[in-house]
């Protein structure tokens, strides 16, 4: 199996990705666009591999061995001998759409080219190469070193071949994968979540019920782990509120429209967790 992956981003998601494949074995190279991006994504792997040692979750020499396979850069070009690319820049489609022009004339020709996109649709972003077939939508979540799924997307000109090839490697670094076979925006997590945000957002913000009584209800009424308006504040709002405009551009359901609450956030930067403060204070 092929061994060599190339992750093209070093913020959280593309430094998870990076992290897990190379205590998979996998030999990865990140590359960000500022050396302050890529030491602060190495930086975060070798935080995020103490925690696991000190932990007992894994060996002091395993966590070095795979800190020792990842290298990083800022020239793209580094992708040339990779078997498998995975993009995981910002969810603007007219950045993806720019790395994967770039991506179409580096990578080799046999290379699974792969987004970590939640919400764009791949056949939109495989349009941007001269080899749709060889595009595929691996969908990680996050944390990734902590989070089990990996949703595979295929997009309109996707290869069976490629997705087996996607399949092949999100197993090999210790993921479940679900497919998704018609690739709508939003695929099937986002827009269960999104959907699912978007009505707690309401109830909140027309005093129906409390944050934390619409997430108690989700809990303990539904078994999920975590309530929606949670979820949203670990995610990010504005996250969260990008994802579902993304959904109702190209979808205009009425059920994906993000109510203004969530606009007001964003604008206020009360945008969950990271900012200390969001539908819940942190």
Known sequence: ????????????????????????????????????????????????????????????????????????????????????????????????????????????EDAVLASNTSAIPITKIASATSRPERVVGTHFFSPVPMMQLCELVRGYKTSDETLAAAREFAESVGKTCVVVNRDVAGFVTTRLISALVVEAAKLYESGVASAEDIDIACKLGFGHAMGPLATADLTGVDILLHATENIYTESQDEKFAPPEIMRRMVDAGDIGRKSGQGFYAH
């Open 1 to 108: 199996m092929a061994k060599k992956l190339a992750v093209i981003g070093a913020g959280l998601m593309g430094s998870g990705i990076a992290q897990v494949s190379a205590q998979a074995g996998w030999d990865v190279v990140l590359r960000d666009v500022t050396d302050e991006a890529l030491a602060r994504g190495k930086g975060g792997i070798a935080a995020s591999f103490e925690k696991f040692v000190a932990k007992g979750k894994l060996e002091a020499g395993a966590a070095e061995q795979a800190l020792a396979r990842i290298t990083t850069t800022t020239d793209l070009d580094a992708v040339a001998d990779a078997d498998i690319v995975v993009e995981a820049v910002f969810e603007k489609i007219e950045v993806k759409r720019e790395i994967f022009q770039a991506l179409d004339k580096l990578a080799k």
